[in-house]
Structures are given as C-alpha cells and as structure tokens.
C-alpha cells in the first residue's frame, strides 16, 4: 500500500535529521499512511505542551520597563547538539504560537500551520526545532493557553492589572522577547524565521536588525511597513471598542468588559482577513433564519451576518479589549528595522527571501507585498516568492499554505 | 480667443437642444471661455434651487403605508416640450440630489458630479432635463437642503419622530417615489438614469421593472445585487451605531444622538470607499501633531487618523444614526428587480447600458461588476463599459467621472 518511492523519501528523511528518535519515522510512517488512505495530510501528530518563559525585567524600546513578563511557548521537533536547526515561527494578530499539533487527542484542531509543521512536512520535525511564541500583549490574554503580557496582566508594583499604564510595545519588543526565549535556550542562530500577517513583520524586523543571526526569512502576507491606509483601518478596527461604554478608559478590569464593543472589532478583522468570493460562494443571499425574510424587520439577519456575529461572539470570549488597541499600536507603529526608514530596513535584509502572498489580500494588498520585494531585492538579496491562490484572501496565508510546501521545503533544504 | 470650431460647437449645441434659453449658450460660452483661458473646465453655471416632492402617502413594497411622504429635488436644464429630453440622476449612499452646480455663489463646491453636468458638458444642459432627488430615509436627514423621510422625521399620527417604527424601505421603494416625482411633471420615459454606487443600484432597478420608460442606463461603481460579503460589510458599518449607549434602540431624538458611534460608522465607509494608493501616498507616516510621536501613547495619532476623524465629525454633524441604518437595509435587500433573482432581474434590463467602474473598487468589486456585465449582455442588450483611473478606489466613481465624460456624450447622443 506505502510506494516505494514514498518509503525512501522518509527513510532520507530521517537520515537527514540524524534519527534522534525513531519515534519521528514511525509518526512519518502513520501520517504518509494517512495521505495515501484518506488524501488529507496530517500534521504534527506529538501531544504539544505550552511552556512558559519568564523574564525578570523587560525594558521596552519606547525606554519603558516592565518589571516582570511572561510568554507561552511551544515547539516541535527536537533541537539538535549543535543548536542550528531552529526554525521560529512569529504569529499573527489574532493567533497564538500554537502553530501545529494538538495539546490533547480530543483538541477539535490542530495549530493553524498544522498543514506544513511535522514529520516529514515542509517544516519538517524530524530535522528542525520548530518554536513559536505567544507576543506580548497577546489578543487571546483569556485563553488558558496563551501566556502574555499586558494591560489585563497584574501589575506587579500595584498588585492590579496594567490596563492602560502599561507601556506602547512594538513589533520590535515582539522580536526582542523572543531573542531573549531563544537565547535562554542558547540559540544564538535561525535556519529560518516565518511569520504569516503580523508573523512576517517580525520576520521582516528579525532579518533586518539580526542579519547575522537569520540565514532565511519567509514573510506570508506582509509587507514592510504599516502605511497611512492600513494605519486607518487598524484604527478603525479599534474603534467599536471606545465606543463601547464598558471600555470605560480601558479601566473594565473589576467590572463589565466592553463584549460588544470587542465583537465589532473581532468582526470587523475577520471581514477584512477574508474575501468576497468565500463569502458570496459560502453565504449567498441566504436568510439567518428559516422563514423569517431580512425584510421583514431592521434586525432580521441573513446567514452570513449571523455567521459574523457567532465567529465574532466566540473569539471575544478568550480576547481582551485593551490588549487588541497595543496590538493595533504596535502594527501601525511597524516600519521594518530601526527608524523610520523602511526601504534601509528592507535593505538591511540579507537572508534569502521566500515571500508568500496572495494577490486577493485586502489587508496587505499584494502591490504593496511586490513593493517589499523589489526592495528587499534591489541590493542582490534573493528573493523567492509563492503566490497562494484561493477564496480566502488574506486568510489564504493561513489556509492554504500548503499550496506553498514543497517550495518551502526546498527553500529551507537549500545551503545559503 | 475663442476657436472658430469651439463657437460652431457651442451654436450647434444650442441648436440641437431647441434653444429654450438664450441664457444657456451665454453660460455655455462662459463656461467654455473659462476652459480655455485656464484649462480647467467648469459645470453647471446656474444657481440650483431645492424643490420639494410630497405625496400624500406612500405604501411601501413590504406593504406598509407611510402617510405623507416629502423628497427634495433639483433639476438643471429645461424640460423640452415633448418631455422626452429627462436624465435621472440617482444618488449614492452617503449623497444627495446635489449632483450639480452651486445653491449660492458661494458655496464652497459645487455638486458632485458637476464635472460633468453643465451646458456643453457630456450630461449637457443646453440639451437635456436633468433631474436627481434626495431619497427616502437619506443620510443627511440634519443637511438643511435635503429634504427626505425616514425616522428622523415626524410621523405625523404620532407628533413624533418614526424612530424605528419607520417601515423598511427599499431601493425599489427610492425608485417608486423618483417615479412618482418624474410623473407629477408629466415625465413618461427617461432619456437615460445614471446613478453611481447605491445610485448604480437605483439605475439598474429602473431599467429592469420599468424597461419601456428608460431608454439608457449608466450604471456606475455599481453591481447587480448586494451579496454576502458587502452585507456583512454593511452590517459593520452599522455596528457602532449600534454599540454607542446614546443610540438607545433608535430612541434618541429626544436626548443626545449617538455621535461617536456614527461618526466610527462614517469613518469606516470613508476607508472603504477609498484606497490605499491615495491614503498612502497623500498621508504617508506623517504625525497629526508635531513633535508628539504616535509611539509616545495609546492616544497619539498618524495623520491619516485624524483625517478620517476630522471628515467623520464633519459628515456626522448633518447626519442621522438611524437613517444610516435603514440605508443599510436598503442596500443589503438589493437584488435587480422582482424577488430574488439577479439574474432574471439583470436579464430584463433591454436598455442600452454603459458600464463605469474602477479596477480598484473595495466596495463593488470589479469582478462583480464585470459578472453584471455578461448578465445583462447576454441576451445581447448591448453593454459599453469604461474603467476609470485613479487611486481613490470606489470613490473614482465620483471623483474622476470626467475620464468617462465623452463616453457618456457619445452614449447619449446615438439613437437607441
């Protein structure tokens, strides 16, 4: 039933990794079994655990000290003698490090990248250590296994939460908390740093202020900066929450939190991140609710608004208010590098360049994602890129990655 | 200094149209002589008066009776004899029947699409009755030169404001009420309906229920039907209405109306009405105030930030929360003619149609546009589109109209 040529490729595989654990294969084994019986392929099939890192003492770039922290982190794989087949991945706005595997069986779903992290995959866990951390100011602060940092974190010093005392962190504060993971870890280099959305402007800021420490870089629906128009819609995306009384000044903490306030912001990212022709196929024209016509009354609903509404009420009750404004800050504040000097911040990048995009994306619009790798290319860096096709728009980055496997798998197999 | 050819052109015009005024070719030649003397052309030179249209009840197609009903109109140009020389302008969501000209001289600017209304312009007054009314339910219920009913308005069996006991009205509704307007002046058929957006919308309503009376149809930045992503696009801008404590359920006329949250309802239409090539390119990463950093708090703002909060409070101060509802439901019920199908609706348009839309549409995407299109083509109505440049997305519906301008003269000039 297993071809041949589909067993040699997992044996060479785990010559490659040097076959810490025979285990590795034998997971390989079941989850080619998989692809062959069903069509579907698997992904890291190891139980994930969440880990926590602390520091005793971050000073942010804005000159701001944060006197204790702590992020979740995860990883696949196993980190080699040598500490050099480590792989970081940086996540998105609304995500978390789980980016593969299920922390128990019964999980209803895998991390998100699940499609291109595990034995044998493109982000191959018989050959990397594949680690991904929670941000600071992580959407999901309620969320049992998210670990961070933020305005709805206990401020040591007064014993209640930050709310908004607690300090504007950027893009940049994202990478140097990871480097600190890292090196506590004693990894000084990444075979590669891959992010998707907000993911890749880490990515970006890695390779560029550590460009010895970065040999690739795979930036997945980002470009290079926040500009004026992704500037306003950030901000618009925040706006639902100020509204929202129960924001209070940010001060809700021993009270009502602004729900309805977050789930229109959570509705509005969730529009954005996605496309028109998933909606239209998906939705159409159909009623919220059997027999009862949207023109019957102001409140009555079609399918796909009551569809906003449910996705919108599900993913607030692990996020917080506070929390989505820094994360909102911290990305219109994002040029790539140091200062505000994007095409240097581009330009300071040397690391081999894989860039995956999609020219449906409404939130990092795909000329703007070209503009990046003409400027990342100009001075000689090489630059790969994969063009994801689907319904999803920006969401295809999360979506549909696998489209871009094998590209990757080659991209992170090759010497630089 | 005036061409030879110009003057023929300018006596030809006036020839054609019957002359009904000398006035109009002394406005024309002054229009004209302002082209060439600065190269810029100017619109319709008259001063706009603002009528009233009232009916004496009004049943809605949902079946509801709305007993008086009053919308306000303008009018540029002269109804011929044969009242056979009618062009019906219909207005987009957040716009008015101002389509043209000035009300006093000094007004800051004059209609929106005066470009190209005016004598000897392509939607020439010398030659055509041009007529556009304000809509039921209009954003600008506060904008003393719009005239309109909605919830802002009396109900006149209560004494007070409708608030949310205002029927549901529809783009149908708009279409019946311009009809009755156009038929209490003895109009029969119109020479053409063009309309841009929500507008697009009116236009391919009229042109598919009443295809005896419209003789061509220009739709712009319009699609055939509202589907589901522009539905949920709707519904968030609704939302913080609808989050804001003062919006109290649409009871508000008697205390304070929920201006934060329209205002963050209007800001989210300007986004997406507009495009990242304009934003970015006018407003860059500029600061809102000198000196004050936007990583310096939560509250510090880019530029491009307090523009969009500048026009929102300015479009706010004439505006109404609930009518901004109600425009919502509008739109999202829209579908070309009777019931539910597009296509049908789409497929019973026989008037020539001439098709304006922009490649870089976020609100009507040209795909969709371009699906419109085949739909109405093909049962071989004949179809003529023009795709406008710009970088003000949707918005190049308006703004940069006059790229189409002799497309338009043409299309209006050939026997149909």
New interface residues.
């Given amino acids: 039933m297993i071809k041949p040529r589909l067993i040699s490729l997992l044996f060479s595989s785990c010559v490659r990794a040097g076959c810490a654990g025979q285990r590795w294969w034998l997971v390989g084994l079941a989850a080619n079994l998989f692809v062959l019986g069903n069509g579907v392929a698997v992904g890291y099939d190891e139980l994930v655990e969440k880990h926590v890192f602390e520091m005793d003492g971050y000073t942010t770039q ?1 000159g701001e000290r944060i006197p204790s922290l702590k992020v979740g982190w995860e990883a696949y794989g196993t980190l080699n003698e040598a500490k050099d087949n480590v792989i970081l991945i940086t996540h998105y706005f609304s995500g978390t490090s789980h980016a593969a595997g299920r922390y128990s069986k019964d999980d209803a779903a895998p991390g998100y990248w699940d499609a291109i992290i595990g034995p044998g995959k493109p982000l191959d866990t018989d050959e990397y250590y594949i680690i991904a951390s929670d941000t600071l100011v992580n959407l999901n602060a309620k969320d049992p296994k998210v670990i961070t940092t933020g305005p709805a974190t206990l401020n040591p010093e007064t014993g209640e939460p930050w709310g ?1 005392d607690f300090p ?1 962190v ?1 893009i940049g504060d994202f990478v140097e908390v990871q480097k600190a993971l890292l090196e506590n870890q004693g990894i000084g280099s990444l075979h590669a740093v891959m992010g998707a959305s907000m993911g890749s402007l880490q990515a970006y800021e890695w390779a560029s202020v550590y460009p010895e420490r970065v040999e690739r870089v795979i930036p997945v629906i980002g470009s290079g ?9 950030l ?2 995306w925040a ?2 929450i100020k ?3 129960d924001w209070n000044g940010g001060d809700y903490y021993k009270a009502e939190p602004p729900t ?2 977050l789930e ?1 912001s959570l ?2 990212i969730t ?1 954005q991140a ?3 022709q998933w ?2 196929d ?4 159909e009623w919220a609710e059997e027999g009862v016509d ?5 409140e009555a ?5 009551k569809v ?1 509404d449910d996705v919108a009420t599900d993913r607030a009750k692990v996020a917080d208010a506070n929390h989505l ?2 994360l909102v ?1 911290a990305n ?2 994002f ?1 790539t590098g140091e200062g ?1 000097n994007a095409e240097a911040g581009l330009a300071a990048i040397e690391a081999p360049t894989l860039m995956i995009y999609s020219e449906d994306d ?1 939130v990092f ?1 795909p000329a ?1 994602v070209r503009q990046t790798i003409e400027t990342i290319a100009a001075d000689g860096t090489p630059v790969e890129e994969v063009v994801l096709e689907g319904k999803r728009g920006h969401l295809d980055g999360v979506l549909s990655i696998e489209q871009a496997g094998e590209t990757i798998r080659e991209f992170l197999d090759r010497d630089v």
Same sequence: chains 1, 2.
Avoid: M
């Avoid at 998906?282 to 024209?285: D, E, L, N």
């Avoid at 949207?294 to 102001?298: G, I, M, R, Y």
């Fill in positions: 804005g908004l504007v950027t900066a926040a500009n004026a128009y992704l500037i306003g819609w901000d618009a706006a639902p509204v929202d009384p309805k306030g229109e509705k509005l529009l996605n496309h028109w909606a239209n998906t939705y159409g024209r949207p023109a019957s009354s102001l609903q079609f399918l796909f608004e906003l404004l820094y800050k219109q504040l040029v505000e409404l619009f703007l």
